[in-house]
């Protein structure tokens, strides 16, 4: 009898749009690239043979939104039963792709913050707009209340540093904001 699987993370790329400070690629030499769609639907269709409520996590060292076929992974886990979840910076979330990622049936959205302020947040995730990315999270939860009655849930991640740990209690403001 097989055990239960709770909780699968699968990169679906490691490429990003980002070179943030805190990332483990400036001491690393791998390759870059996408998963591809053969390799997911074999993961997929084997998973499947394990019982139990099962939660695809699309998270790594790369941007999931960067994989062309992003939002058909989310869909064939969701029509496979499967919860889905991702963590992403959001700069790459456009309403269409808010969108796609709603029809097909994500359950949670996870965006990496690491600052409250568009300078701070800079500081550590260059080329990353605080400004920006709340905004794109907004839309993406916003649209999802008109989509669904169960709107996706919209997580927060921040890593917490010395020179960023004073700024936490201002997320409970951004979060706000988000669901706002």
């Not at 400070?21 to 870059?32: G, Y």
């Amino acid at each position: 009898e097989m055990d239960e699987l709770n909780k699968i993370y699968v990169e679906p790329t490691n490429r990003c749009n980002l070179t943030c400070v805190t990332c483990i690629r400036h001491s690393w030499d791998e390759p870059f690239g996408d998963m591809d769609w053969p390799v997911y639907r074999t993961l997929i269709d084997g998973l499947a043979e394990f019982i139990g409520p099962k939660t695809i996590a699309f998270a790594g060292l790369g941007e999931p939104l960067l994989h062309e076929k992003f939002p058909e992974m989310v869909r064939l886990a969701h029509d496979r039963g499967m919860r889905t979840e991702m963590t992403s910076n959001a700069m790459l979330l456009t309403p269409s792709l808010a969108v796609a990622l709603i029809d097909a049936g994500l359950d949670q959205f996870t965006v990496s913050i690491d600052g409250t302020s568009d300078e701070s947040h800079g500081a550590i995730r260059p080329g990353a707009s605080l400004k920006d990315l709340t905004a794109n999270v907004r839309m993406l939860h916003r649209l999802s209340e008109e989509a669904t009655e169960t709107p996706l849930r919209i997580g927060i991640e921040f890593v917490a540093m010395r020179r960023n740990i004073h700024a936490l209690p201002k997320l409970r403001e951004i979060a706000h904001w988000i669901h706002a």
